[in-house]
């Protein structure tokens, strides 16, 4: 039977759904338009466009990943975060509409024309770093991690924005060799996941993405108790924090960073109503 875009996009939200995907529509729109090279606008002024032999061999390719719940963002290669496109791939966690909260926290405190430095630990595909730096443009930064094969993706996403000229990215363990009070700002999306819990989570999550990115410890909290004193450290007197959390974290995490004599301490909500931005300042 030949396939047309609309077609292929009925028969292509029947699967998931089987599969039990959530959103079925939309992953499979995103699927038909890449396998089809084709885009929205195409699907509903020309539905019965008809797909060639080898996009529709593409299409079944991608559909097959999908029912297997590899996440879209792999199968595509790249995810949409805050303003920018990123190139995404199994060694870094997909950028997730709930780390936004913490950007648009940034952006509210450093506002357009100052210049400043920030610091990114963990900074995988490098979205948060990268959103914030897309929008200030005296700003500069640096972003660490563990892992090289998620520094190449940082690399690669910085060059596609045009940024590689303001953003340094170096492999390292968190702040191990950095000097006191460099930074004005210093966010952080670290592993929070209880251990025992990670078995729990979608295929998408426990199946697919880097464990290194996810396990924070039998009690979900061993980054923070390291970060904690660690970011306060390497803040400029007066600098600000911001560290994504897990949704019953924030009571945990207020505490630790209380105990370093961090002030103005508090947690932002997402866009669900949960616990998700742990923010507070340095003292002068």
Known sequence: ???????????????????????????ARLLVEAAA????????????????????????????????????SHILGRKGFWKIMLNVTPHVLTPRPDTETLVEWALRQYPDGLAFRMLDLGVGSG??????????????????????????????????????????????????????????????????IR?????TLDPEVKDYEPR???????????AYRLLAPE???????????????GHDQSTNVERLFKATGALEIATLKDLANRDRVVVGLKPV
């Open 1 to 27: 039977m030949t396939l047309t875009l609309v077609s292929a996009w009925n028969a292509a939200k029947q699967r998931l759904q089987t599969a039990g995907v959530d959103g079925p529509v939309i992953d």
């Open 37 to 72: 090279d084709a885009t929205r606008a195409d699907i509903i002024g020309e539905p019965r466009r008809e797909l060639t032999d080898e996009q529709a061999a593409r299409l079944e390719e991608f559909l097959s990943r999908r029912e297997r719940r590899e996440p879209i």
């Open 127 to 192: 979205a948060i770093i990268l959103s914030i730096l897309a929008e200030r443009a005296a700003a500069k930064g640096l972003g660490v991690d563990v892992s090289e094969e998620a520094l190449a993706v940082a690399r690669e996403n910085a060059a596609n924005l045009g940024l590689a000229g303001k953003v340094a990215l170096l492999r390292g363990d968190w702040t191990r060799g950095l000097d006191d009070a460099g930074f004005d700002l210093v966010v952080s999306n670290p592993p929070y």
């Open 231 to 245: 970011i306060l450290r390497v803040l400029k007197p007066g600098g600000r924090f911001a560290v994504e959390i």
């Open 212 to 222: 290194l990115a996810l396990d924070g410890g039998l009690d979900g909290l061993d």
């Open 195 to 199: 251990s025992a819990e990670i078995e």
